[in-house]
Structure formats: structure tokens, C-alpha cells
């Protein structure tokens, strides 16, 4: 079965400071991953997508995710935080063999930013 | 992408009450998904309605419950059955576009009193 592991339930940083989500992934073949984000009161917005092409993947608003077969992980990074990025972040693993489609969640991680 | 609507956007429910759910698509999808979102937590895939077929439930999930349409390639209703409190969430509903990404509706809140 496959799973997704978020390390951090709630992560703090200040703004224009580095951001850091872990996420670990449990997966019996190779896996597409998604990071999705979701502002309060809003919908989930799709961030960014791994799937066995690049192992650096760049998504929207300045984030970017790495997948590390070797340690099953696929952290979210950003360089410099802003404000309009507190929000909450769910890592997601796709089901694509008998479950295609389907989409396994994170508990997600709650990020806040201080001025 | 694709832009999907859901009605209504936020409701309030006596217990014991049915609510049914719409999800609109701009454009024709085969695979439409069902997911529930308890306060504070992470998403739980409710079931996959794919058109022309009968939905497929995820474990403790009842099609009693929760039973679900799917008329067309741009539509699907949801219905909560019989609310109690715990059936407060927000449902959100979701396609598949081939890339394997889901996008997602804005969601119903719904409240049980």
C-alpha cells in the first residue's frame, strides 16, 4: 500500500527566511507525488508534480520539491518566505496501479509566517 | 487545469436531514472523485464516480450514506444522508484530467446542528 508521511505538523518561519516541509513516502513501485496547498477558506491549489521524469521539480510561486528515491522522501523547499504563503500543505501520493487515480493524503503541515 | 464549481458553497443542516452536493466541470472528465475534509484534518477519499458505472466506495464509506450521481462527463451530486454533528465537514469533489494531478472544487462547507 502506499502512504505519505508528513514529519512536521506545524513549522514556523520568519519571513524571507527558507522553507522547509518534509514528507516521506511509502510506495511498493515508483510513485508520482504531488504537493498541493491550501489557504484558508480556499480551495486546494496544485503546486507542483513528480512523475519519474526530472527528480528536481519546479513549481508555482517559487517552490520546488525534490525526490530522493533512496531516502522515499519528497521535501518542499522555498528560498525566501513570504507572507501569502501561510497556509496549510498536504504532500499526496498517487495509487496508480490497481487504485489508479486515486489519491493517498498527508496530514499536512501547517505553515506560518512571521514578519 | 480544469474549473469546477460546487452549490451550494457553505450550508447549515438539522440532524437527521439530507443535503445533496453539485459538482460542475467546465470541460467532459471521465474520473470524478469524492472527498471529505473533518475540521482540522488531512482529506479522506470518499469514493470514485466515474460516468456510466456505479461509484466505488472507500473503506467505512456506505453508498446508504453517501449515495452518489454521476448523470454526464461535466456532472456529479453527492448526498449526505440521515446528518448527525459528525457529518460536519467540508466535500470537496475533484477530477482527474489524464497527468495524474486532481484538481479540486472550492468546497462545501457543511454544518450539522
Known amino acids: 500500500a502506499q502512504s505519505v508521511t508528513q514529519l512536521d505538523s506545524h513549522v514556523s518561519v520568519s519571513e524571507g527566511t527558507p522553507v522547509l516541509l518534509r514528507c516521506n513516502y511509502s510506495s511498493s513501485y515508483s510513485p508520482s507525488l504531488f504537493w498541493y496547498v491550501q489557504h484558508p477558506n480556499k480551495g486546494l491549489q496544485l503546486l507542483l508534480k513528480y512523475t519519474s521524469a526530472a527528480t528536481l521539480v519546479k513549481g508555482i510561486n517559487g517552490f520546488e520539491a525534490e525526490f530522493k528515491k533512496s531516502e522515499t522522501s519528497f521535501h518542499l523547499t522555498k528560498p525566501s518566505a513570504h507572507m501569502s504563503d501561510a497556509a496549510e500543505y498536504f504532500c499526496v501520493v498517487s495509487m496508480t496501479t490497481d487504485s489508479w487515480g486515486k489519491l493517498q493524503f498527508g496530514a499536512g503541515t501547517q505553515v506560518v509566517v512571521t514578519p | 487545469s480544469a474549473v469546477i464549481s460546487q452549490k451550494p458553497s457553505r450550508d447549515i443542516c438539522q440532524r437527521g436531514t439530507s443535503l445533496t452536493i453539485q459538482c460542475q466541470v467546465d470541460?467532459?472528465?471521465?474520473?470524478m472523485f469524492w472527498y471529505r475534509q473533518q475540521p482540522g484534518q488531512s482529506l479522506t477519499l470518499i469514493a470514485t464516480?466515474?460516468?456510466?458505472?456505479?461509484?466505488?466506495?472507500e473503506s467505512g464509506f456506505v453508498i446508504d450514506k453517501f449515495p452518489i450521481s454521476r448523470p454526464n462527463l461535466t456532472f456529479s451530486t453527492l448526498t449526505v444522508s440521515n446528518m448527525s454533528p459528525e457529518d460536519s465537514s467540508i466535500y470537496l469533489c475533484?477530477?482527474?484530467?489524464?497527468?495524474?494531478?486532481?484538481?479540486f472544487g472550492p468546497g462545501t462547507r457543511l454544518t450539522v446542528t
Open positions: 475533484s477530477v482527474e484530467l489524464g497527468g495524474g494531478e486532481q484538481y
Open positions: 470541460s467532459q472528465v471521465t474520473m
Open positions: 464516480a466515474n460516468q456510466g458505472s456505479e461509484a466505488t466506495y
